[in-house]
């Protein structure tokens, strides 16, 4: 075993490439969560993600329009959710389980002609003279634009659902689907544009797995990420900086997993591989107390009949 | 204007049409995808469902019907327990791969010794290791609230790296040269799960899969635990107030579910697969979901969508070496059934009325 193989600086660097996919994933789930919609198909919107925005950034050779077909993939696969559930009816948790079983199954019809093509790489920001700044310029000003983006977005839905009136509807459909409608919202309008801005975050979060983090793209890649990302909404009781934080030490120990495999420690490959599902588990353990910051509405099939 | 209104009962018609209209649509849909790939899709679908029923070879691949059903229903009809009280196992992949491992540990430990007893200590013991799997959401579920889905499904994780370890490392054949894997389980007289009627396909897992029909009929249908189910999934406030204990249907619907997934994985190891590799699974756990939910979470519905999975398996793997189809557009179909079957399910509990309804 060799510790003084890993450095430092950018062991900590990568807790932001590690973290970035669960981010977005989690911050657009965080947002269909508030409207009282739970969507399991995270894991299937990511997947579908990750090979939208890997065929889109092989052929045209941009990887920003990668993400961008990433983002729309995702979105149109989360229709499919919205159809079933908001316009059908369909029970919440059996719709998201189809959307993961289904997305899996069709990435990998799609990407079967990328197995082993390697992808245009993403530039990282140029901030200058500011990235020669010792141990913050390495860590913190080396990456690539979706880092940004993604903490950006965090900021944007902390903002949106704390101060502005589309925020407060949000959270009202959320809470209590019955009352919204009798006040006019058009709950399931709003529940719709949800899960699509869901499924655009999730689509870019599998992207950013595709192109960046791994960069290939195999079958089922995103590997339970997409779970995970549900386990970090609970784990943030529903609130961005929560989230963030969750996202950042899972992104850490993801990190540190994979540089202890590298450096070649005494545990043996499969343990420590394992160790990030049974961290989820332990932590979920450990939060699962705290009940109350649950939207009310969750999971709740709404009809204006009833 | 077109409006849904509520059922004042459930439509029995259309809740056993739904699945029927499903299929239909999946067949439809499943064609125009072939069609887009290039496959003629009128033959692809006759490949998938008529080639191993009535097809020239059809001798050889109707056994395969029962050995690629018999796990699907297993763990299915564990699986329906639960999901008709809302209470979510998705991870009988895990609890499928733990009871291969138990079991397979079980026979490997006394390999070379010949006795019978051998074969039903490994079921024991595949049985265990899938209950226990299973326990380990119930227990914190039950103990701490914890959200069942996310750890059960976190845990078919951590049973694939342990599958893995255990193909590369304990469970490896001393003899195999080098190369991952198990001994050869079908080798091993007394751990062998063989065929009971030569090319019949019939197998313990079978056997076992009919019983589990049979049980989890008796058990909604008659039993006290099974009314509890049932209330529990409709109306949760009156289960409480009918005196059903939530924390033990917990318990129970998880670790029964985990038990029979646990016995599919033995029953495939010692049999059909053979022995424990790395990619011994293949999803079963995942597919028996949708197979729960074709077969309206009842159990005589689960063993005649289990025989429709098992065709779209069996066929896909012909259509697949015949037409070229991809793997990927079998899982896609499999896929799109739940899709179809969810939106249908709509007209059991609504129906359409045309013309103007007033604002509600």
Known sequence: ?306 | MIALEKRPEPSRTFSLAAPLLAVLATMLFGGLLFALLGKDPLEAIRTIFWEPLFGEFAFFYRPQLLIKGAPLVLIAIGLSLGFKAGIWNIGAEGQYIMGALFGAGVGLAFYPMESVFIFPLMVLAGAFGGWIWAMIPAVLKVKFGTNEILVSLMLVYVAEQFLASMSLGLMKNPEGFGFPGSRNLQQYASAHNAELITGSGMHWGVVAAFIAVIFGYVLLARHRLGFAIRVTGDAPRAAAFSGVNPARLVLFCLGMSGLLAGLAGVFEVSGPAGQVTIDFNVGYGFTAIIVAFLGRLNPVGILLAGGLMALTYIGGDIAQSKLGLPAAAIQVFQGMLLFFLLAFDLFTNYRLRLGRTEVA
């Open chain 1, 1 to 306: 075993m060799d510790l003084s193989a890993i450095n430092p600086i950018l062991f900590i660097a990568g807790f932001f490439v590690a973290a970035t996919p669960l981010i977005f994933a989690a911050v657009g789930e965080l947002v269909v969560e508030k409207t009282g919609v739970l969507n399991l198909g995270v894991e299937g919107m990511m997947i579908i993600g990750a090979i939208c925005g890997f065929a889109t950034a092989v052929e045209t050779g941009s990887p920003l329009l990668g993400f961008a077909a990433a983002a729309v993939g995702g979105a149109v696969l989360s229709l499919l959710f919205a159809f079933l559930t908001q316009v059908m009816l369909a029970n919440q948790v059996a719709s998201g389980l189809a959307l993961t079983l289904f997305g899996l199954g069709f990435s990998a019809l799609l990407g079967q002609s990328y197995v082993g093509v390697k992808p245009p790489r993403l530039a990282d920001v140029d901030f200058g003279s500011l990235a020669e700044i010792p141990i913050f310029g390495p860590i913190i000003l080396s990456h690539d634009l979706i880092v940004y983006l993604g903490l950006a977005l965090v900021v944007a839905v902390w903002a949106v659902l704390k101060y502005t009136r589309i925020g407060l509807v949000l959270r009202a459909v959320g809470e209590n689907h019955d009352a919204a409608h009798a006040l006019g919202y058009k709950v399931v309008r709003i529940r719709t544009l949800a899960i699509m801005f869901g499924g655009a975050c999730a689509g870019v979060g599998g992207a950013y797995i595709s192109l960046i983090r791994v960069p290939q793209w195999t079958e089922g890649m995103t590997a339970g990420i997409g779970w995970i990302a549900l386990a970090l909404v609970v784990f943030a009781s529903w609130k961005p900086f929560r989230l963030l934080l969750g996202a950042y030490l899972f992104g850490g120990l993801v990190q540190l997993q994979l540089n202890l495999q590298g450096a070649g420690v005494a545990i043996p490959v499969e343990y420590l591989a394992m160790s990030p599902y049974v961290i989820t588990i332990v932590v979920l353990v450990f939060l699962s107390r705290d009940k109350g910051a649950a939207p009310a509405s969750l999971g709740r099939i709404f009809h204006a009949s009833s």
